[in-house]
């Protein structure tokens, strides 16, 4: 409001209605739909989970907001791309970049970004003899047999890198002949590994292993060591 007067008292006023233009960019927010963690302080993600972009347009103090125009992102600096749908990150290290601008044209830069590990694979397992061995059919799934009188099995699982994304293992579980016990592994370990004496009999194994993002594998074995053909009588007149 502006008043104005004179020195006989003559009184005039008027009022002005000032708009701030907006001049402040948008801001984007990137969220995960789908099973994920913060992993040692990286962001992991279960494979088949989706990119979410959010934005919010806000304006400075005494000013109107435009509202969002549009949303962009790029995925592992591909071609710039317009959001309208959550995304789906393919498995490996995912980058990407995000970013919005309102109707006034403001364009958010830097654009933020976000880093992704998406991991879809259980630990891969596995037994080997230090014995020469050979594939045995003689009991139920996979068998290994040895002539030898005793050996030495090695149980081993691996979270397998793929693409630069591996959660680690989080629990592996061996079990011989029903006699359960856990392989020492430190939490985020690509591997674990256990040699375990075997004497001459057949040997029923299992071993379970799971990543830090719930992945899981299992796998069993039937392992024969030693001269485990029984005797042929033959009978003759």
């Known amino acids: 409001l502006l008043r104005a007067s004179d020195r006989i008292g003559h009184v005039a006023e008027t009022s002005l209605t000032v708009v701030v233009?907006?001049?402040?960019?948008?801001?984007?927010?990137f969220t995960l739909a789908g099973s994920s963690a913060v992993l040692g302080g990286n962001l992991f993600a279960v494979?088949?989970?989706?990119?979410?972009?959010?934005?919010?347009?806000?304006?400075q103090a005494g000013?109107?907001?435009?509202?969002?125009?549009?949303?962009?992102?790029?995925?592992?600096?591909?071609?710039?791309?317009?959001?309208?749908?959550?995304?789906?990150?393919?498995e490996g290290r995912r980058a990407v970049a995000f970013w919005s601008r309102d109707r006034a044209g403001n364009t958010e830069t830097?654009?933020?970004s976000a880093e992704v590990f998406v991991d879809g694979s259980a630990p891969l397992?596995?037994?080997?003899?230090?014995?020469?061995?050979?594939?045995?059919?003689?009991?139920?799934?996979?068998?290994?047999?040895?002539?030898?009188?005793?050996?030495?099995?090695?149980?081993?699982?691996?979270?397998?890198?793929?693409?630069?994304?591996r959660a680690g293992?989080?629990?592996?579980?061996?079990?011989?002949?029903?006699?359960?016990?856990?392989?020492?592994?430190?939490?985020?370990?690509?591997?674990?590994?256990?040699?375990?004496?075997l004497v001459a009999g057949i040997h029923q194994v299992t071993l379970n292993?799971?990543?830090r993002l719930g992945l899981a594998a299992s796998r069993s074995w039937v392992i024969a060591v030693g001269d485990i053909t029984p005797p042929e009588t033959a009978f003759s007149v």
């Open 169 to 197: 293992l989080a629990t592996t579980i061996y079990s011989v002949d029903g006699q359960s016990a856990a392989l020492a592994v430190a939490p985020g370990a690509p591997t674990a590994s256990k040699a375990i004496a």
């Open 21 to 29: 233009g907006d001049t402040q960019a948008p801001q984007t927010n």
């Open 63 to 90: 000013g109107t907001a435009s509202g969002v125009a549009a949303t962009f992102f790029t995925l592992d600096a591909g071609p710039e791309r317009a959001y309208f749908v959550p995304f789906v990150l393919a």
């Open 47 to 59: 494979a088949g989970a989706s990119g979410v972009l959010s934005a919010v347009d806000t304006a």
């Open 209 to 211: 292993a799971s990543d």
């Open 125 to 165: 397992l596995s037994a080997a003899l230090n014995q020469p061995s050979t594939p045995w059919p003689g009991g139920p799934g996979e068998g290994l047999q040895t002539v030898a009188p005793e050996a030495l099995l090695t149980l081993s699982a691996e979270d397998p890198d793929i693409l630069g994304a």
């Open 110 to 112: 830097p654009a933020p």
